[in-house]
Structure formats: structure tokens, C-alpha cells
């Protein structure tokens, strides 16, 4: 064998050694990857941030039955007028009193059997809706548990109760999935801790449903809950995270 024939032999043994080098890295790689893909733990965190409500709505409406449009229209415009003053007499701003457009619908007379309508007019419902709004939710509770006054003058009135919201929901939100996954982090670290493992990175995390309840209770939907009826309440969140262990 000469020199050159040597040559080529000893390149094709180096291609083949680096081949099986090579092989052994990578299947040692992917087993490794495996064995850390294996050895994660999942846990759930959560957390929560109590707030007050900053501001309020209230929805009613008010209607007449009259025999015609004509007369329907001007008791509802006469009634929005003594609305308006009443609410704006108890220190609300016109700018967040804000009436729906006049509707109305036919009524028809009944039946002697009391059962079922006739195709003879009787009159006209008419009605219309407001919704107030304010930052002041004292003042807004207050004028709503005063809507008597309104019944007494001869209006026909339908209340809601108030509603209860918070401003600043969206960062609220964001700070308490913050504090959640902190809250998931610790829970790893304590399961893992009789072990002495140590927690790695996360490597996958998923915010649960939002629970906006009142401050004092544990009511808990799987859609999430958003609590409007009470002025202090409790912002709810959950992290599922998968954390390594080394």
C-alpha cells in the first residue's frame, strides 16, 4: 500500500470515528433533553388584591299607557324633564345623565275570556331608559334608594339596583397574575425542597379565569366571576405553571 492508498484509508477512518462521535453527542443530547423534559413538576399559584369600587351606574326606566302616540310622547318628555331636575337638584352633573331614545309599542284589548289579545286598539305603551353614571358612589346609592320621590310625582318608574365597578381593572389584573405566578414559583420550591431538587425555569404557565367577587366571598365559577353589586370586592387569579427540577 502506498503512501497515497494509506491516505484515503485513514480519512475514511476519521470520517467514520467522527460519524459515531457525533451520533453519541446527539443521542446523549436528545436522552438528556428527555430526562429534563421528564423532570418537571406543575403546580398552581394564586393570589389575590381586595379594592373599593371608584365608580358607579344606575339603570331605570319609566313608561305610560295612553290612547294615542301624541299623548304617550308628552307625559314620557314631561317626565324626562322632572327626572333630570330631580337628579340634578341632588348633585349630579347633566353630563352623566344620559336618556335612551322614546320607544313604544301597540296594546291591544283583551278577549272576554281574558286569555288572549284582540286585533282592537286599546292604546300605546311608551317608554324610555336612563342610565346615570358617577364617581361619587355614595352620593349615586343614596339617590337611588330616594327614587320614591319620583313614584310620587306620578311617574311610573322601574329601578335597578346600582352597579359597582373599578377604573383600573386592567392593571389591577396584571398585577395580580404577577403576584399568582410568584405564588406558583414558591409552591414548587416547597415541594420540591424534602427532595433538596432545586426549581429551574418555567417552562409553561397559563392564567386561569378571573373570580371579581365580594370581599367576602369564596364563590368561584369556571367562566369567572365579575361581581357588580358590591362596592368592596376581591380580585381572584390563578397561574398553572410547569417549572424544571434540577
Known amino acids: 500500500?502506498?503512501?497515497?492508498?494509506?491516505?484515503?484509508?485513514?480519512?475514511?477512518?476519521?470520517?467514520?470515528?467522527?460519524?459515531?462521535?457525533?451520533?453519541?453527542?446527539?443521542?446523549?443530547s436528545i436522552i438528556a433533553f428527555q430526562k429534563l423534559q421528564n423532570q418537571t413538576i406543575k403546580v398552581t399559584g394564586?393570589?389575590?388584591?381586595?379594592?373599593?369600587?371608584?365608580?358607579s351606574s344606575w339603570n331605570f326606566s319609566f313608561s305610560t299607557q295612553q290612547p294615542n302616540l301624541k299623548l304617550g310622547y308628552a307625559k314620557i318628555i314631561d317626565d324626562s324633564k322632572i327626572i333630570k331636575e330631580f337628579l340634578i337638584s341632588k348633585g349630579l352633573?347633566?353630563?352623566?345623565i344620559d336618556f335612551s331614545q322614546i320607544s313604544s309599542y301597540k296594546l291591544y284589548k283583551r278577549a272576554p275570556n281574558g286569555y288572549s289579545d284582540t286585533d282592537e286598539l286599546k292604546g300605546y305603551n311608551v317608554s324610555r331608559s336612563v342610565t346615570v353614571k358617577s364617581?361619587?358612589?355614595?352620593?349615586?346609592?343614596?339617590i337611588s334608594k330616594d327614587a320614591?320621590?319620583?313614584v310620587n310625582k306620578g311617574i311610573d318608574l322601574t329601578s335597578d339596583n346600582v352597579n359597582y365597578y373599578i377604573s383600573n381593572l386592567d392593571n389591577l389584573k396584571i398585577e395580580t397574575i404577577k403576584d399568582a405566578a410568584k405564588n406558583a414559583k414558591e409552591r414548587a420550591n416547597s415541594l420540591v425542597k424534602g427532595t433538596n431538587g432545586k426549581i429551574g425555569v418555567m417552562t409553561s404557565a397559563k392564567v386561569g379565569v378571573f373570580q371579581i367577587v365580594p370581599i367576602d366571598s369564596t364563590a368561584v365559577e369556571d367562566y369567572g366571576i365579575n361581581d357588580t353589586s358590591s362596592i368592596d370586592k376581591k380580585v381572584i387569579a390563578t397561574v398553572n405553571a410547569t417549572f424544571t427540577v434540577k
Open 1 to 28: 500500500m502506498n503512501i497515497k492508498d494509506y491516505q484515503v484509508v485513514l480519512l475514511g477512518v476519521m470520517i467514520a470515528l467522527g460519524s459515531v462521535v457525533s451520533t453519541y453527542i446527539f443521542s446523549k
Open 46 to 55: 394564586s393570589a389575590s388584591r381586595t379594592v373599593k369600587s371608584d365608580y
Open 93 to 96: 352633573d347633566e353630563s352623566n
Open 135 to 142: 364617581s361619587d358612589i355614595t352620593k349615586l346609592t343614596n
Open 148 to 150: 320614591a320621590a319620583l
